[in-house]
């Protein structure tokens, strides 16, 4: 298969409409090539391209940065001279001067098919700029490695962050170029969008489930080390709301958690007592870790690790990784129930609403979570509801289908 980037860089035909105007790429370290060459290099060696400006989304261009709130400078970039814009410094919006560098904004980032990932707000961001400006935005589009399956509560109206960019679930089974195109019929934008897309892109199809396995995986941000990862990411992610270590600090962030103390012998028996279907299609293996740095730095964390790698149990279709980490943090309150659950800091630049509750795009989940009387079943129903209008709404921007 090819992604956008690479049809577009072999095929002058899709590059004829921008003849004569200036290019600005926003990517990130794994907008590369198959054989490994970074977008940023590719394009510049295009005789027919003018490219004038290069963008770099949370944790920069060159991918350096950790964490939540650390953010990225402008510079030059030392062999092409032009300016590299950060839109997570000082800014996350681009501002004029930033938009006066190009009349045409190529996009090439990998997501991770989640709602809470960045690089979406992103892209919303730079398209309502577009639109301002009267620009031009083109997706070079990528697989998303989470596949198609839709899982979540969508985000509650005004509950929007730079990690809620729109009324969607959290796992919204997207390409980012669909995305644009939902954005656009959401917002009401008008501009000149474009996305260049995929040949071969199969969903559907085993082993990789949207990500094609012949394909090296570099990381779109520091933590993203691998499809393991995306795959759970929908799930694992709220731990970044949470006293729990998300496994910052290990080999395998985002895969596992854990926390010193923890009775993992009895939490893995009392999710499968409440609800055993949300921990199909995976195998959970009890585990232990000692994060160098992030949550509980130096301490011996008891803990889960969330296995996906191996096809015979692996089932892509059952696989609820949402569900998975919600039934955790309930069994977790079955445990200890005075014990303090939720983390209460600064998230992605909001000082004022619960963490867990930015990320799930409204306080249902934590309430559900809190609630010892309230079952799966009643947050499986709230759920479903969502899912199956974002199943209906998305339907006239699949590309792929």
């Not at 979540?152 to 644009?180: I, K």
């Not at 012949?214 to 691998?226: I, L, Q, Y």
């Not at 795959?231 to 600090?249: K, N, Q």
Request: glycine residues 8%; aromatic residues 10%; contains cysteine.
């Amino acid at each position: 298969m090819k992604f956008g980037l690479e049809r577009f860089l072999e095929d002058p035909a899709l590059r004829s409409p921008l003849a004569g105007r200036r290019v600005a790429l926003l990517a990130h370290p794994a907008s590369v090539t198959r054989d490994l060459t970074h977008a940023l290099d590719a394009l510049a060696a295009l005789p027919d391209l003018r490219l004038t400006a290069a963008f770099g989304p949370q944790h920069g261009l060159r991918g350096d940065k950790q964490d939540n709130m650390v953010e990225s400078s402008d510079f030059t970039d030392p062999r092409l001279g032009i300016p590299v814009f950060s839109l997570y410094g000082t800014v996350r919006r681009p501002t004029d001067a930033m938009m006066d560098s190009f009349d045409v904004l190529l996009v090439d980032l990998q997501d991770l098919g989640c709602r809470i990932y960045t690089f979406i707000t992103t892209l919303r961001y730079v398209l309502e700029a577009a639109h301002a400006h009267a620009k031009a935005v083109w997706v070079l589009d990528r697989p998303n490695p989470a596949g198609r399956p839709v899982e979540g509560l969508s985000l509650r109206a005004g509950w929007e962050s730079f990690v809620g960019a729109g009324p969607m679930p959290m796992r919204h089974g997207l390409t980012l170029g669909e995305l644009g195109r939902w954005f656009i019929a959401h917002l009401g934008l008008r501009l000149e969008y474009r996305v260049i897309e995929m040949q071969g892109w199969q969903p559907e199809a085993a082993p990789g489930f949207g990500w094609p396995v012949e394909r090296s995986w570099v990381n779109p941000s520091p933590n993203a080390a691998n499809l393991s990862m995306a795959r759970a990411y929908a799930g694992t992610v709220m731990l970044e709301g949470t006293a729990l270590s998300e496994g910052r600090g290990t080999t395998r962030p985002l895969e596992l958690f854990g926390a010193p103390g923890i009775d993992t012998r009895r939490l893995l028996a009392d999710m499968r007592q409440l609800a055993p279907d949300w921990l199909a299609g995976c195998r959970l293996r009890e585990c232990w870790f000692e994060p160098t740095f992030h949550k509980h730095a130096g301490q011996l964390c008891a803990g889960i690790q969330i296995h996906m790698e191996d096809p015979t149990h692996y089932d892509h279709a059952a696989f609820k990784p949402w569900r998975l980490q919600a039934l955790a943090f309930k069994a977790l309150r079955r445990q200890a129930p005075d014990d303090p659950l939720w983390r209460d800091f600064a998230y992605e630049y909001e000082h004022d609403r619960l963490a867990i509750d930015l990320i799930n795009g409204s306080p249902l989940l934590r309430q559900w979570v809190d609630d010892p009387t309230a079952p799966p079943a009643a947050l499986d129903a709230l759920a479903r509801v969502d899912e199956d209008a974002w199943q209906a709404a998305r339907q006239p921007f699949l590309f792929y289908e």
